[in-house]
């Protein structure tokens, strides 16, 4: 049996309603559910993977992290047996709160923190202390080997708060002729250059660690989000991308290379739901060693930039 149902979500802040935030699309097809949630108009400060929480008619559920980037996102799932009366919730910072319920969902729903068992059953869901009411990022189920580390994010702008676009900095040739004199050891990633070369893609060649992503001629450059130094300024808010920080911080490096056009790549596993993401952060493209994308395949997911 085939059933269908939109249920439009609002968003709330301490209470008030602020407006509409996206809608969120139940598909009931015999014993299965499929969820999608499209959200918008969400404020453009609030990024990162927050908690799903769905109450099925009998008990609140918590699901994988839906991602907000943008003042928007997307987010799907599928889950075993027909929901009914569903209800959405989820909590972000600073007091925001994304709600939404079918008209056929009851009225007095006890909130996600504030459930507790009835007579003889055991306890579902602890209540929250106020250090757990804050909203907490999830990671991506394991099996993926993408864990996303939100909290990291901060941490990176404030360690290399020098590489953001509004702060003006050396050029890339000044830099490399200092560090042909200065007595100063290479970074892990970096080699020390000869000298200034005229052509840009041939002093960074040089002056970082190459490698071969696909084990054929291509020949990429290891680099870290403090070296976007050497891209345009039109690209340096990728310092902060979400997407492209949890694979660094995953792998410890993002690739830079030239085939024809210039593409940066951040390395992660292949899997739909990731391509869904890496698309919404601008990475439109997924590369692998034989070409072929499949499900749970190392590659890199790409976009293509300038020098």
Same mark, same amino acid.
């Given at each position: 049996?085939?059933?269908?149902?939109?249920? $439009?979500?609002?968003?709330?802040?301490?209470?008030?309603? &602020?407006?509409?935030?996206?809608?969120?699309? *139940?598909?009931?097809?015999?014993?299965? /559910?499929?969820?999608? @949630?499209?959200?918008?108009?969400?404020?453009?400060?609030?990024?990162?993977?927050? !908690?799903?929480?769905? $109450?099925?008619?009998?008990?609140?559920?918590?699901?994988?992290?839906?991602?907000?980037?943008?003042?928007?996102?997307?987010?799907?799932?599928?889950?075993?047996?027909?929901?009914?009366? *569903?209800?959405?919730?989820?909590?972000?910072?600073?007091?925001?709160?994304?709600?939404?319920?079918?008209? +056929?969902?009851?009225?007095?729903?006890?909130?996600?923190?504030?459930?507790?068992?009835?007579?003889?059953? +055991?306890?579902?869901?602890?209540?929250?202390?106020?250090?757990?009411?804050?909203?907490?990022?999830?990671?991506? !189920?394991?099996?993926?080997?993408?864990?996303?580390?939100?909290?990291?994010?901060?941490?990176?702008?404030?360690?290399?708060?020098?590489?953001?676009?509004?702060?003006?900095?050396?050029?890339?040739?000044?830099?490399?002729?200092? /560090?042909?004199?200065? +007595?100063?050891? !290479?970074?892990?990633?970096?080699?020390?250059?000869?000298?200034?070369?005229?052509?840009?893609?041939?002093?960074?060649?040089?002056?970082?660690?190459?490698?071969?992503?696909?084990?054929?001629?291509?020949? $990429?450059?290891?680099?870290?989000?403090?070296?976007?130094?050497?891209?345009?300024?039109?690209?340096?808010? @990728?310092?902060?991308?979400?997407?492209?920080?949890?694979?660094?911080?995953?792998?410890?490096?993002?690739? @830079?290379?030239?085939?024809?056009? $210039?593409? &940066?790549?951040? !390395?992660? *596993?292949?899997?739909?739901?990731?391509?869904?993401?890496?698309?919404?952060?601008?990475?439109? +493209?997924?590369?692998?060693?034989?070409? *072929?994308?499949?499900?749970?395949?190392?590659?890199?997911?790409?976009?293509?930039?300038? @020098?």
């Amino acid at each position: 049996m085939y059933r269908k149902e939109i249920i $439009y979500v609002g968003l709330h802040q301490n209470g008030s309603r &602020l407006g509409t935030a996206g809608f969120l699309k *139940v598909e009931n097809v015999d014993a299965q /559910s499929k969820l999608f @949630l499209k959200l918008q108009n969400i404020p453009h400060a609030i990024n990162g993977r927050f !908690p799903v929480r769905i $109450y099925n008619g009998t008990d609140w559920k918590e699901i994988e992290g839906a991602a907000v980037e943008n003042g928007c996102g997307l987010w799907e799932a599928r889950i075993d047996g027909g929901l009914e009366k *569903v209800r959405l919730q989820i909590i972000l910072p600073d007091g925001y709160l994304i709600e939404g319920q079918s008209k +056929a969902a009851e009225q007095n729903v006890p909130s996600y923190r504030e459930r507790t068992p009835e007579a003889g059953e +055991a306890p579902r869901m602890e209540r929250m202390s106020e250090a757990q009411e804050a909203p907490r990022m999830e990671r991506i !189920p394991e099996a993926e080997k993408l864990p996303y580390r939100e909290q990291k994010k901060e941490q990176m702008t404030a360690q290399h708060h020098e590489w953001r676009p509004e702060q003006k900095s050396a050029s890339l040739d000044r830099q490399r002729a200092e /560090s042909c004199t200065a +007595a100063k050891l !290479p970074d892990r990633n970096r080699l020390q250059p000869a000298c200034v070369k005229e052509d840009k893609w041939e002093q960074i060649l040089s002056s970082y660690e190459q490698i071969h992503p696909y084990g054929d001629e291509r020949v $990429y450059v290891k680099i870290e989000p403090k070296d976007f130094i050497i891209l345009p300024s039109q690209y340096q808010h @990728l310092v902060n991308n979400s997407f492209l920080l949890h694979g660094f911080y995953n792998y410890r490096y993002v690739i @830079l290379g030239k085939e024809g056009d $210039y593409y &940066l790549g951040v !390395p992660g *596993v292949f899997y739909q739901r990731e391509k869904m993401v890496a698309l919404m952060f601008g990475f439109e +493209a997924f590369e692998c060693e034989d070409g *072929v994308a499949e499900e749970g395949k190392f590659g890199y997911y790409l976009r293509k930039v300038e @020098l």
